[in-house]
């Protein structure tokens, strides 16, 4: 039996329409700067990748995080890895750079903000399992690409939050991994 339906309608039922840019409502510069951010900072401790570096901005655009410190040797923009993959976030998210983050760590909970290493170590918190408490400033530290974060800036933390994984590796990308716990913990921070 043939329906007689015009193509538009079973368009817009049956076939998901992208989004038009006026629909997503993105925030200018200006109107980003101004925006209330979710109380996340990030850290990333000897991160070697620009790409990556450059990723991890355009995450924390995605959820309107509070500011990212590249400690070490972590490359800084106008860097043209960064600029490539971080899509003009280098100009919306606020950072800074730091050599040490121990100092930035202690600062960071003197001013009442939980402090944790995204790493696998023994009695790490499932991501899935942590619950930030409402109100609190979560600062959280993403590693190198090879090493992971420093033993020094792990023993500095109130704890770490490790993704759980089921393949045969032993490790996500540092971007990805970044992707993964911003969303998860911008999510449990906003409901």
């Not at 944790?116 to 400033?137: D, R, W």
Request: glycine residues 6%.
């Amino acid at each position: 039996m043939r329906i007689n339906t015009p193509v538009n309608i079973f368009s817009r039922y049956f076939y998901p329409m992208k989004k038009t840019m006026d629909e997503l409502e993105r925030l200018s510069p200006k109107e980003f700067r101004d925006a209330e951010k979710t109380s996340i900072i990030v850290l990333l401790d000897q991160v070697r990748s620009g790409l990556n570096v450059g990723s991890i901005f355009r995450s924390a655009d995605s959820f309107r995080i509070e500011k990212i410190y590249l400690g070490g040797y972590t490359p800084l923009p106008p860097h043209r890895e960064i600029l490539k993959s971080a899509l003009g976030s280098t100009e919306t998210v606020e950072w800074e750079h730091a050599e040490d983050l121990v100092p930035v760590i202690e600062q960071l909970k003197a001013n009442g903000a939980a402090v944790y290493a995204l790493e696998q170590v023994h009695n790490s918190i499932p991501l899935a399992q942590f619950s930030p408490t409402k109100g609190q400033t979560i600062a959280l530290i993403l590693g190198n690409e090879v090493s992971g974060v420093d033993e020094r800036v792990i023993a500095a933390c109130n704890g770490c939050i490790e993704i759980e994984q089921y393949g045969s590796k032993h490790s996500l990308n540092v971007s990805v991994c970044a992707g993964i716990a911003l969303y998860d913990i911008a999510s449990k921070l906003r409901q």
